[in-house]
């Protein structure tokens, strides 16, 4: 395999949130156990709303009439990804915090499908109605990005817009420019396969690997790691590769609701900024209304990575017509 093409498949790692590919960034030895084993613990009891796939945590704001602010964590996340901006949102927005069943030690969802993303999208629009909910933004960091790209398509309910937050409308073309749904599909099946059949050391191995490429902090990769081991695999597998061969692209011009994608660049992630540039306003060219923000020296878990920043691109977006 070339260089560039390493890189590459490493990226699109990043992307999903598995896969080892390059050099861990935690320490080897660390012990995560615990941890799992209290988040576990105390998952239960915080949400004010379930259903099979979704978890609703709400923090009501201070301000009359707030609008509503769905955050959605990506794959085999927790919701405590946003907690980093979680007090500032909460000034302007009633923030609907998610977490979905299966991932982080959420109790995995009480009728199993291989359909994650398809659920997960019924759950939210049936959330959304039964709250009544008026001037809802979606926000999604990875697959729940694209979960809420899929929502604003299906038209169910009515949003303001969506904010994107490192995710794409087909995942595969990271690797492939040319890549299809059919094309995807025996490396999708390939992803799977490899989650489901590592033994536990392997798998615990592989994701200490690939939390690397995942941020640059050391205490962002422990939490994403222990977040990993603490998911139900099988719900993993099967977002994995719903995420490869679910292709949206065709479905853009149809999104009337705005969109804002914040996505994240470092110089190692082998191509430059103008590249990664070029390639998200391509990816997201289908779409009627979008605008872009790039966050520089930033991996995957851009909240982390550059918190500061993060924070003024989604006030930025929040109040953008």
Request: aromatic letters at 6%.
């Amino acid at each position: 395999m070339s260089k560039n093409g390493l890189k590459n498949i490493c990226l699109t790692s990043a992307l999903l949130g598995m896969v080892a590919c390059g050099p861990a960034g935690v320490d080897q030895s660390a012990k995560v156990a615990p941890e799992i084993q209290t988040l576990e613990q105390n998952i239960e009891s915080r949400y004010d709303y379930t259903a099979n796939w979704l978890n609703v945590r709400l923090i009501p704001s201070d301000t009359a009439n707030a609008p509503n602010l769905i955050l959605i964590p990506g794959l085999v996340s927790s919701s405590k990804v946003w907690d980093g901006v979680i007090a500032n949102l909460a000034q302007t927005h009633n923030l609907h915090i998610v977490d979905v069943s299966g991932f982080a030690g959420t109790p995995s969802p009480k009728q199993g499908s291989d359909q994650v993303i398809n659920g997960l999208t019924k759950n939210l629009t049936m959330y959304i109605k039964e709250k009544n909910l008026q001037n809802v933004t979606l926000m999604g960091h990875s697959m729940g990005g694209f979960t809420a790209l899929k929502l604003a398509h299906s038209d169910a309910v009515s949003l303001d817009k969506i904010i994107i937050v490192d995710a794409l409308p087909f995942y595969p073309t990271i690797f492939n420019p040319a890549a299809t749904t059919e094309t995807a599909a025996p490396q999708a099946d390939s992803f799977r396969d490899i989650i489901m059949g590592s033994d536990a050391q392997g798998f615990e191995r592989m994701q200490k690997q690939s939390v690397g490429r995942m941020s640059k902090k050391a205490d962002a990769q422990k939490d994403i790691l222990v977040w990993s081991l603490a998911s139900d695999r099988s719900v993993m597998a099967n977002a994995v590769h719903n995420l490869m061969t679910d292709d949206m692209r065709p479905h853009l011009s149809d999104v009337t609701t705005n969109v804002h994608v914040i996505y994240a660049w470092d110089e190692v992630m082998g191509m430059p900024a103008a590249q990664m540039e070029s390639f998200y306003t391509s990816q997201y060219s289908g779409l009627p209304h979008v605008e872009l923000t790039r966050i520089e020296d930033s991996f995957h878990f851009i909240m982390k990575d550059q918190p500061e920043e993060f924070l003024t691109a989604v006030q930025t977006a929040l109040t953008l017509k």
